[in-house]
């Protein structure tokens, strides 16, 4: 028999199928990990088909060498969605081979955990001379029996131990452990009945075939419980399930709350595991011990086979397209995953991306919606504050009078705050802070992005450049604001004003694996208390005592030169907001912005999603943006720039020969440098390209082989297909 093998190799061209025979004293079925000769070097591979006979001449054919694993490491179903994954979005096979498996595996250095039970040897405890710990040990052990080695240390020295161990007093017992991660977080069980609403969603999915079903729900509206009813469904029917959060809103209290509701038939996926402890999630997930994954984007290739529902919660996050190779579209793959296993797929946001939404309106998706607040309390009262009018005042913080006074409000009734601040970003965007004029690109319609270092305002989009002024060229005042302010700024701010325990969350005080956890845990006991984050503090949590929320500077993401700028902005609003007032209390939310009229923060104050999309979609058809158009982005980076300008001119040479054939196709095409021009050394330049829908199914391919065919030495060139994030 001949086994078709992926070599496990870096290199493009040997991203082919090698056939190899298979020796009568293996075993080898398709989906095993085996090891062959490759060139003169043994690698791994993986075997994806096994046949008859092969084209090749038979007598040259090397054999398997052997077979790593006792089984196979990859389903059928699996293998499909690999060969799904390199058509769709032209990656190599073993890139993707590689993403359904954990590290640990790959690099080979797998080890069991063990641990050490210690009981009682003797029958009667020995009468041991000046050792009363000793003795203490043992009586210990006589009372309580089996006791893990870890728990015994804690309460007697180690040379004790050794002692008791080497004179046969006591045994050990050694156990291969699965390394569960923990949850620090203790949640009560809350007997819930689901509404109306949620009943009838829960309906709708669970009696479903595969289809594509869009939950938009408003926060706190109950979705969780109802992927958590749909998932208790599918498992009564002896099936398994997946569900995909945004890395950053997989807190502690979510993983209690699936804990709680599925004990250990639930494993987690998440980047702050161990690797042990991935491994050992993996393989309770491979071998059936588990039967529901939850995790981040690529817990799509949970090994889990009988699929009954797949859930993406929070599906407007941009964290479901990967951003590094292998670049990939979650949605894409839990669609072909669905079919696959011929099960709903569920997409789940009170604040749901334009695409998706289109998609409803076009039939492609069914809407499940859920128009109120689980706790029967209205959403939270937003209210607009006019940062213009604070200097009038004579308030010159970067807190309004309204935020300090409902600050003040909730602290006195023993409540907890959230500040918000949306920090991300890299260059800012100049504003008239007597007007609030932000220019903006004549031919794009996107805020222009300052550059410092060649002090001028630059567009994004079409790389066209415009002289900075120094006086407003709608009022004249020469009162030109940059920049904005960050979390530690804020917090000492806050310090100076409120005698109260302040904590902080961002990218800078998560880097230690356990602190996100804690810092959530601290201030969830804490009371009155602020917390100041960013869009971590945006998402997923479920605070009782949070009455109030405060959004600092609303505008940040409105002036990122994107696109989805203005939607991400109204989502991000829906979603702070969203945390106040969950529980028993009203919540209240304070939104500062020098754009007190812009129709994000318009819709979003009075929660009308609809009244949003309709406005935007329209602004999408108008200037020609996805969904209407297929967006893609060649990307071209190199440590040396003349080599990638070269490489970039001849790709856009050929491109634009392309356009040639394709001319009323192209919407756009354009070559520039990328806004972030140069990352850890790397010089980054882009085309971007815009195709009408119709013939982009033939167009892309093209571009793609362009790409393929002209690479560069030295030069790494991508292909971005509907790309979320531009800079
Ligand atoms: P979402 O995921 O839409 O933000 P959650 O599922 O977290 O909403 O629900 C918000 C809160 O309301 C949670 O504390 C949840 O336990 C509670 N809840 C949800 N549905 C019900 C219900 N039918 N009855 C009582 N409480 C509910
Ligand atoms: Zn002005
Ligand atoms: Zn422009």
New binding site residues.
């Given amino acids: 028999m001949i086994a078709e093998v992926i070599v496990d190799v870096m290199s493009s061209t040997t991203d082919k199928i090698f056939d190899y025979s298979i020796p009568n004293n293996l075993v080898v079925e398709k989906g095993h990990r085996v090891v062959v000769e490759f060139g003169n070097r043994k690698v791994e591979g993986f075997v994806i088909n096994i046949k008859e006979t092969s084209t090749y001449d038979l007598d040259k054919l090397k054999d398997i060498i052997s077979v790593r694993d006792s089984q196979p490491l990859l389903s059928e179903n699996m293998l499909r969605l690999c060969f799904f994954m390199k058509k769709t979005f032209y990656l190599r096979q073993i890139d993707v081979i590689k993403l359904c498996l954990p590290p640990l595996i790959i690099n080979g250095k797998v080890k069991d955990k063990i641990v050490e039970y210690i009981s009682i040897n003797v029958d009667d405890i020995p009468c041991i001379k000046r050792a009363n710990k000793q003795v203490e040990l043992l009586l210990y052990l006589k009372e309580n029996g089996e006791v893990r080695k870890d728990q015994l240390l804690n309460k007697f020295s180690s040379t004790v131990l050794k002692t008791v161990l080497e004179k046969n007093f006591v045994k050990i017992r050694k156990v291969k452990e699965n390394r569960l991660p923990k949850s620090s977080f203790t949640l009560e069980k809350?007997q819930?009945?689901?509404?109306d609403q949620?009943q009838k969603a829960v309906d709708s999915i669970s009696n479903s075939r595969y289809a594509t079903y869009l939950l938009h729900?408003v926060?706190?509206?109950?979705?969780?419980?109802v992927y958590i009813e749909c998932i208790k469904k599918a498992l009564s029917r002896n099936k398994t399930a997946i569900m995909l959060v945004p890395e950053i809103s997989l807190t502690p209290q979510m993983f209690a709350r699936f804990r709680n509701a599925f004990g250990d038939t639930v494993a987690i996926l998440h980047s702050n595991l161990s690797q042990g402890e991935k491994f050992d999630e993996w393989n309770r997930l491979k071998n059936k011990e588990a039967k529901i994954a939850i995790g981040a984007r690529s817990c799509i290739f949970a090994p889990l086979e009988d699929i009954g529902i797949i859930i993406i919660d929070e599906e407007h996050d941009g964290s479901y397209y990967s951003e590094s190779n292998p670049r990939f579209h979650t949605h894409e793959v839990a669609k072909y995953l669905a079919f696959l296993n011929d099960c709903p797929l569920v997409l789940g946001s009170?604040t749901p991306s334009i695409e998706s939404f289109y998609l409803v309106k076009k039939g492609e998706y069914r809407l499940l919606t859920?128009t109120d607040r689980?706790?029967a309390k209205q959403l939270p009262n937003i209210e607009i504050v006019d940062m213009l009018l604070e200097p009038r005042k004579g308030n010159m913080n970067i807190f309004s009078y309204r935020l300090i006074a409902e600050l003040e409000n909730c602290i006195n009734n023993n409540n907890q705050a959230m500040i918000f601040i949306n920090r991300r970003g890299f260059s800012s965007f100049i504003m008239c802070t007597n007007c609030g004029y932000v220019p903006k690109c004549q031919d794009c319609d996107v805020s222009l992005v300052y550059h410092k270092e060649d002090d001028l305002l630059k567009c994004h989009y079409c790389s066209r450049r415009y002289k900075k002024f120094t006086k407003c060229p709608k009022c004249g005042s020469t009162s030109i604001r940059y920049g904005a302010v960050g979390t530690q700024r804020i917090v000492d701010e806050l310090k100076k004003l409120f005698n109260v325990p302040i904590f902080r969350l961002d990218n800078d005080v998560t880097r230690n694996k356990n602190s996100f956890g804690e810092i959530l845990e601290k201030f969830n006991k804490t009371s009155p208390a602020i917390l100041v984050g960013t869009q971590m503090i945006a998402k997923g949590h479920?605070f009782n005592k949070v009455t109030l929320v405060g959004i600092v500077d609303a505008d940040v993401s409105l002036h990122f030169s994107d696109y989805r700028a203005i939607e991400r902005t109204f989502q991000l609003i829906t979603q702070v907001a969203?945390r106040a007032g969950?529980s028993d209390k009203e919540g209240k939310v304070v939104l500062q912005t020098y754009f007190p009229r812009h129709f994000a923060y318009r819709y979003a104050s009075t929660y009308d999603y609809n009244a949003f999309y309709k406005r935007e979609i329209n602004l999408r058809e108008v200037t020609k943006f996805p969904p209407f158009v297929s967006m893609l982005r060649v990307l071209v980076i190199s440590q040396d720039s003349s080599k990638a300008e070269l490489a970039l001119k001849k790709l856009y040479d050929e491109i634009v020969k392309l356009k040639e054939i394709y001319t009323s196709d192209f919407v756009y095409l354009y070559p520039m440098k990328c806004p972030k021009k140069r990352i850890q050394g790397n010089y980054r330049y882009q085309i971007m390209i815009r195709i009408n829908k119709k013939n982009a199914p033939i167009i892309i391919p093209k571009i793609y082989d362009i790409c393929d065919s002209n690479k560069a030495n030295k030069v790494s060139i991508f292909v971005e297909n509907e790309p979320q994030n531009l800079s």
């Fill in positions: 809350k819930i009945t689901l509404n949620q729900g926060t706190g509206s109950g979705k969780t419980e009170a859920l689980a706790n479920d969203g969950r």
